[in-house]
């Protein structure tokens, strides 16, 4: 005897309360509760089982021609796919760094927010989803192919992700492992994991410079030469002590003015394998000439080549870089400059002082305070040499500077052939044995101090006389 019916629509959700058999129902067929297994437990909905994936290829669709389809075979040419524990996993034949390298330099392959660009790796993945599930928003629920997460290619219409029991994917040419959820009709989420494997980097050890080279690559005009070796000639470059030093020519104030492109190019070699890629190797910081290509003029057959400007912070470039990926390594770049000859005035007296490159520290700077009560018949002057930070200096050892003082007005009326200048050490005075040139009085000394011009021979009252004209103090 049949008792109270139950329509297939409120069976349907009591079966998805949880049970473990399977029923199907026609439209308008109806059971009753005592042929319903006991508390329903064996009642379940029609949920689809775990799919199974079988196989997976990787031939783009027939309708997928053109420049796009170029720049995705870039990539596919060294991929390979297969199912292997229930995932499917994308096999490339080059290193992560080269598949990267390969989308960074085609503008196709660079899917960004306009999504104008190509997702490259195709898969077609067959299942064993009945043919019976179809894709589209038209689609009946019960039968429905629907994306849950992961995978946002097509919210939509999904005719081109799903058809006929095959799953058809668009993914990026760069990834590690990618989830993928999805529905069939009104069943539970079904997962596809899709895993990529590149080829292995090369494993990279301590780096060894050998050599370096300043020599401008062919590619460089003479015009360019010419502009860059207004600082650069003369240059060269070794290396000692695993760091590269590079010697100017050229002072570093001159350095400093140079106003052009970077002129100094090293070709440093190393000791790493020809077999590594410029692909393969990465700037990773202190160099941002080419930071996002590193094509062959940064990199190639184990040589770094470099381009930096003509002046450094602290005289020296600290760069790092990667190879494949193996350890950060790093290179030191020390810059040298020669020493400019010295040469400096005091606006106010007009007094100069000049001498040789190394003759006094980089900067130096004449400083001069003229006498304020001197005798009618003397000029006296503090002459000082000072450093950057305002440190008295002296000359080097062996070293001398010249001098000259231009003749003062209250000598204009006096014979110039009757002016000396005095080094005053105290109360004893040193006769600088200076000459007279074009109104100027000019000596050389290695000490800067206090220096008197006048017509009396001051040595006499408890000094000496320097030797020939050019002398030096000894104090």
Known sequence: MRSKKICAAVLAAVLAAGSTAAYAFADDEVI?????????????????????YSAVTTGFPAAFTGDK?????????????????????????????????????DDNLKKGASGSGVDPVYLNITTDIANTVTAGDSTAE???????????????????????????????????TTTIQYKVGTGDAQTLTVKYEYAAEPEASDVTYSSVSTTYPAGCTEEDIAAFEAITDGIEAAVEDGEIVVTFAKSKEEAEAYSGSDPVYLAITTDIANTVTAEQ?????????????HKEYNFDAGKIMLWLPATATGDKFTITYKV???????????????????????????????????????????????GDDDPEDEASFDITLVDESGNPVQPAAGKS??????????FSSANEADLKVFYKNGETYTNMNATVTDHKLVFTTTHFSTYVVTTKNLASAGGSTGGSTGGSTGG
């Open 32 to 52: 009753t509760a005592a042929e319903t297994p006991e508390n329903n437990d064996e009642l379940v909905s029609t949920q689809a089982d775990t799919v199974t």
């Open 69 to 105: 389809k170029t720049s995705a075979e870039k990539v596919t040419g060294f991929m390979s796919a297969k199912v292997e524990n229930g995932a499917v996993v994308v096999t490339f034949t080059k290193t992560k760094a080269e598949i990267e390298a390969i989308v960074a330099g």
């Open 142 to 176: 019960a039968n429905k192919f629907t994306w849950v997460s992961g995978y946002g290619w097509d919210e939509g219409d999904h005719s081109y992700n799903f058809k006929e029991g095959h799953i058809m994917l668009w993914l990026p040419a760069v990834g590690d």
């Open 281 to 293: 190797f990465t700037w990773v910081s202190g160099y941002d000439w080419d930071v996002s290509a």
């Open 324 to 370: 494949a990926s193996g350890a950060t390594q790093t290179i030191v770049i020390n810059y040298e400059y020669t020493a400019a000859a010295f040469e400096d005035s005091d606006s106010t007296t007009g007094i100069t002082a000049a001498a040789e490159a190394g003759t006094v520290p980089e900067g130096t700077e004449l400083v001069v305070e003229p």
């Open 401 to 410: 500077v010249t001098v000259s003082i231009p003749v003062p007005a209250k």
